[in-house]
T-cell receptor, first 112, second 111 residues
Framework: NAGVTQTPKFRILKIGQSMTLQCTQD?????MYWYRQDPGMGLKLIYYSVGAGITDKGEVPNGYNVSRSTTEDFPLRLELAAPSQTSVYFC???????????FGDGTRLSIL | QKEVEQNSGPLSVPEGAIASLNCTYSDRVSQSFFWYRQYSGKSPELIMS????GDKEDGRFTAQLNKASQYVSLLIRDSQPSDSATYLCAVKGLGNEKLTFGTGTRLTIIP
């Protein structure tokens, strides 16, 4: 039972670099979400998707992009990394919006 | 007013006692409610979901929902040191595709 898998687990980037955080789920869930969590803070929604080909902005989308070409995958892209994007990123999925979200283990990203 | 409010704590409870965690929400037509536990450095894991007024029990955990008063609570009976974590309340409103999370309550069980 893999559930929600995120890669990489850790990454250090230099300012201005770009990278893609990978997220895949094997539960055939329609809904997928990206959150960031800063130290001692709550979860902030970056982007979400209700199905393949459909994405929408969350609370803090600036500086990020997403795509959803398949049900399983929902990558998050940082185009020009900034120190303010240093955070822990969590991907989650759910069968529908009323069902619980299941989280991946997270990606710890530092921008230096 | 925040959409979902929790007391940030820390809440300290002796081992074996009942821990009571509270959450209030502002959207009167919210319909789905969840409690997550998050250990330090780990991802949130689902503890309980509740959709109807009243109590829902699962082992040592009881979720209580009162839609008229717009609050949801989590009781942990016979608290154990392993229950020490941050507990996140999450609420979904009617017609909303997203969950709104509270900032969490940090719970410490004292041996």
């Amino acid at each position: 039972n893999a559930g929600v898998t995120q890669t990489p687990k850790f990454r250090i980037l230099k300012i201005g670099q770009s990278m893609t955080l990978q997220c895949t789920q094997d539960m055939n869930h329609n809904y997928m979400y990206w959150y960031r969590q800063d130290p001692g803070m709550g979860l902030k929604l970056i982007y979400y998707s209700v199905g393949a080909g459909i994405t929408d902005k969350g609370e803090v989308p600036n500086g990020y992009n997403v795509s959803r070409s398949t049900t399983e995958d929902f990558p998050l892209r940082l185009e020009l990394a900034a120190p303010s994007q240093t955070s822990v990123y969590f991907c989650a999925s759910s069968l529908d919006s009323n069902q619980p979200q299941h989280f991946g283990d997270g990606t710890r990203l530092s921008i230096l | 007013q925040k959409e979902v409010e929790q007391n940030s704590g820390p809440l300290s409870v002796p081992e074996g006692a009942i821990a009571s965690l509270n959450c209030t929400y502002s959207d009167r037509v919210s319909q789905s409610f969840f409690w997550y536990r998050q250990y330090s450095g780990k991802s949130p894991e689902l503890i309980m979901s509740i959709y109807s007024n009243g109590d829902k029990e699962d082992g040592r955990f009881t979720a209580q929902l009162n839609k008229a008063s717009q609050y949801v609570s989590l009781l942990i009976r016979d608290s154990q040191p392993s229950d020490s974590a941050t507990y996140l309340c999450a609420v979904k409103g009617l017609g909303n595709e997203k969950l709104t999370f509270g900032t969490g309550t940090r719970l410490t069980i004292i041996p």
